[in-house]
């Protein structure tokens, strides 16, 4: 693969051989790095039971309906 990248580029013009290269620079600016990336982790349920007893009798379309009014 890179032999064939490497001839392509070198079959281009000179003026369109900087823009590969100023494209190339351009995709791997946008590449994440590792130290970017947070790494994964099981979500904790603290707010679970956070609001038992503050809506007895009430379903999630009620909730919803309660929302928009």
């Known amino acids: 693969m890179k ?3 490497l001839q392509r580029i070198d079959d281009l013009p000179k003026s369109l051989r900087q823009e590969v290269l100023d494209f190339i620079d351009f995709l791997i600016s946008k590449k994440p790095s ?18 038992k007893g503050k809506y007895k ?13």
């Open 3 to 5: 032999r064939d990248l």
């Open 34 to 51: 590792k130290k970017g990336i947070a790494k994964k982790t099981s979500p904790d349920f603290k707010w679970q039971g956070a609001l």
């Open 57 to 69: 009798n009430t379903n999630s379309v009620d909730l919803q309906h309660q929302i928009w009014e």
